[in-house]
């Protein structure tokens, strides 16, 4: 099923975590991207139509600045993604440069989906990028955000991005495999989930844990991502972004994951 999902959707809008970004010690891994941003070109030249949500500003930023790991207050925070962006988009720029492909950055907040004319705005900028090949990567604006602007997380960025973009799928790409009825990290005889039809049924059947080390969601921000798009007819994938060729091998069908079907 994921691998006929990927066959027939033209529109793609592909999440990459934290987790997914960084190496072990928490630096950016710029090996994973170009080898990431390669597999994407070869879907490209297949046909697809791509929009990146990225994350790993604030990892960029510790690969950046080491002498700023240890610092907690917000303002060190919001600086080290702004600093972070900019290495994180330069990353992305040379993985996907390689292949001869041009990206372009959008950095939004919740106010840029609940504001209409921005909204046009945003949807008709992507449009643009993607008809003229160039790939969007899009970020929450952390460096500005407080709590009353701020989505938090962004499984729910991409989930508003695949809605707004009008996309054939969604793809979250974590650090696991895709969805278990308990967490695989702690029990060794958990079950891949490998279909929900229902996402009300799937919540009273697992056991959700808490958010990831580097990043800012959990398994609840994908099921939130997951309830979103499927309500507009949107599938959604959940696969493991640290497995070798990660995206070629849901394309071949040789991986698994969790698609969540829409209704």
């Not at 959990?218 to 994938?237: D, F, N, Q, R, W």
């Amino acid at each position: 099923m994921i691998k006929e999902s990927l066959a027939t959707a033209r529109k793609i809008v592909i999440k990459l975590g934290s987790n997914t970004l960084a190496k072990e010690d928490g630096t950016i891994n710029r090996e994973f991207m170009c080898d990431f941003a390669s597999q994407c070109a070869d879907l490209i030249e297949s046909g697809k139509q791509l929009v990146i949500v990225s994350s790993g500003a604030q990892v960029a930023g510790l690969s950046t600045l080491h002498r700023w790991a240890r610092k907690k207050d917000i303002h060190y925070r919001q600086a080290l993604c702004a600093i972070g962006q900019v290495e994180l988009m330069d990353s992305w720029r040379q993985a996907f440069i390689k292949r001869g492909i041009h990206i372009g950055q959008l950095l939004l907040t919740k106010d840029d989906f609940q504001d209409d004319h921005r909204t046009l705005n945003m949807r008709n900028t992507l449009f643009t990028l993607v008809d003229e090949h160039v790939v969007p990567i899009i970020n929450e604006n952390d460096s500005v955000s407080c709590e009353e602007i701020k989505i938090g997380d962004n499984d729910n960025l991409s989930a508003y991005t695949a809605i707004l973009w009008g996309a054939d799928l969604l793809m979250l790409f974590s650090d696991i495999d895709g969805v278990y009825e308990k967490n695989p990290k702690e029990y060794s005889d958990a079950k891949l989930i490998e279909v929900v039809p229902d996402i009300s049924v799937l919540r009273n059947t697992i056991l959700i844990g808490s958010s990831s080390s580097f990043g800012t969601g959990g398994m609840a921000t994908k099921l939130e991502a997951a309830e979103k798009v499927t309500s507009y007819g949107i599938p959604m994938l959940l696969a493991n972004g640290g497995a070798p060729r990660c995206l070629e091998s849901l394309v071949n069908g040789t991986r698994l994951g969790t698609i969540f079907l829409a209704k």
